[in-house]
């Protein structure tokens, strides 16, 4: 079966601008995390949701970021008025259910690049 | 922040030697767990080792864990050019809510053939 998919895999964009960046979950897995990498650096925790819900969104570095996962499977990271400190390797993962043996599966990842 | 603490940073190594990481971190864990990353890009959960937990081993590869001093570490026997990547761990904080897993920096080795 298919894997977590990101869309897209590199997004460009200038100072200023908004972005959204698109998360595929394993089909079933009804945990899902954003994480963000910077170059050099291990992910960092951003979001997490369990079904629709953000269960736990203290990762998200200011009110610039948002995610969303209306129906509890794609998701959407959103970010506002970017800046370039915000470039980074944003990573998507899923798990089966939220417990804490259950391993995540991630995505590819989306390289953003803000100019 | 980082809860995770690797060492070394970077390690060399030629094809059938045996790679040794660590890693360190702060706080009481549930489990703490080692990823491979290939390219900057996804990453594999390659293990995962309870708290209550000293040693496990999955294929070529032997972790341990050490909670009294918070510490782990990774070893790869017979490393062969494809295990070039970058390693990270990850911890799961005690009491923690879902599976928000806390990495660390990563040791990036390069096995040569």
């Known amino acids: 079966g298919a894997g977590v998919s990101q869309t897209p895999s590199n997004k460009v964009t200038e100072k200023g601008k908004y972005v959204e960046l698109r998360c595929d979950p394993i089909s079933g897995h009804t945990a899902l995390y954003w994480y963000r990498q910077s170059l050099g650096q291990g992910p960092e925790f951003l979001i997490y949701?369990?079904?629709?819900?953000?269960?736990?969104d203290s990762g998200l570095p200011n009110d610039r970021f948002f995610a969303v996962r209306p129906e509890g499977s794609v998701s959407t990271l959103k970010i506002q008025r970017t800046e370039r400190g915000d470039s980074a390797v944003y990573l998507c993962?899923?798990?089966?259910?939220?417990?804490?043996?259950?391993?995540?599966?991630f995505g590819p990842g989306t390289r953003l690049l803000v100019l | 922040s980082q809860q995770g603490e690797e060492d070394p940073q970077a390690l060399s190594i030629q094809e059938g030697e045996n790679a040794t990481m660590n890693c360190s971190y702060k706080t009481s864990i549930n489990n703490l767990q080692w990823y491979r990353q290939n390219s900057g890009r996804g990453l594999v959960h390659l293990i995962l080792i309870r708290s209550n937990e000293r040693e496990k081993h999955s294929g070529r590869l032997r972790v341990t864990l050490d909670t009294s001093k918070k510490s782990s570490s990774l070893l790869i026997t017979a490393s062969r050019a494809a295990d070039t990547a970058s390693y990270f761990c990850?911890?799961?904080?005690?009491?923690?809510?879902?599976?928000?897993?806390?990495f660390g920096g990563g040791t990036r080795v390069l096995v040569k053939p």
């Open positions: 990850a911890t799961l904080p005690s009491g923690a809510a879902g599976n928000k897993l806390t």
């Open positions: 949701f369990q079904g629709t819900g953000a269960a736990d």
């Open positions: 993962a899923s798990s089966l259910g939220q417990g804490g043996s259950e391993t995540q599966y």
